[in-house]
């Protein structure tokens, strides 16, 4: 994991059409700006599908 310290204002690129800008740091909270192409799934972590446990086939058991 690249870990990196940014200040308001400043901004971080992902590959060439990917821009994430340090809107305000308030406290222990951060918000951030995303631009990204509308082909770019851009979701919070929480909001992801959970993934389903692997089922056994009943030849295995």
């Known amino acids: 994991m690249l870990v990196l ?3 308001e204002g400043e901004r971080i ?6 821009v994430i800008t340090v809107v305000g740091v308030s406290g222990d909270r951060v918000r951030l700006g995303i631009k990204a192409p509308a082909d770019v799934l851009v979701l919070r972590e929480e909001l992801e599908p959970l993934p389903r446990p692997e089922r056994r086939s ?3 058991a």
């Open 58 to 60: 009943s030849a295995a």
């Open 13 to 18: 690129k992902l590959g060439d059409s990917i």
């Open 5 to 7: 310290s940014r200040k």
